[in-house]
């Protein structure tokens, strides 16, 4: 069982990523799936969340508007596309797999089952 996150790199602001995650050794359509980033030396941050029936999302605020959390599971993949890059959103971004149905509790790291490695994103001129 694996979550693979890839796709980060280095962007000038405010350029656009598209990142995926990949899963792997189970079928993520029974799943929802939520993105986490990470600043060294600070907590998780909850960035995005997408239910099993893609009937609504979650997002932070900072990212509302900029960012958009889809999945494939024809593909047992899902997408973080992130737009108007700035700075601050600088973090290694994990995905992470969720069986709960209660859309609100997937801002909660705890509810995650599966987590997979994060990919670095860099936004800098």
């Known amino acids: 069982v694996q979550l693979q996150a890839f796709g980060g790199g280095l962007v000038q602001p405010p350029g656009s990523l598209k990142l995926s995650c990949a899963a792997s050794g189970f079928a993520l359509r029974g799943y929802a799936v939520g993105w986490f980033r990470q600043v060294p030396g600070k907590e998780y941050e909850f960035v995005a969340a997408?239910?099993?029936?893609?009937?609504?999302?979650l997002y932070e605020d900072s990212v509302k508007g900029r960012f958009t959390i889809s999945r494939d599971n024809t593909k047992n993949t899902a997408y973080l596309q992130m737009n108007s890059l700035r700075p601050e959103d600088t973090a290694v971004y994990s995905c992470?797999?969720?069986?709960?149905?209660?859309?609100?509790?997937?801002?909660?790291?705890?509810?995650?089952?599966?987590w997979g490695l994060g990919t670095v994103v860099t936004v800098s001129s």
């Open positions: 997408i239910p099993r029936n893609s009937d609504r999302s």
């Open positions: 992470v797999a969720s069986n709960t149905t209660i859309l609100s509790s997937l801002r909660n790291r705890s509810m995650y089952r599966y």
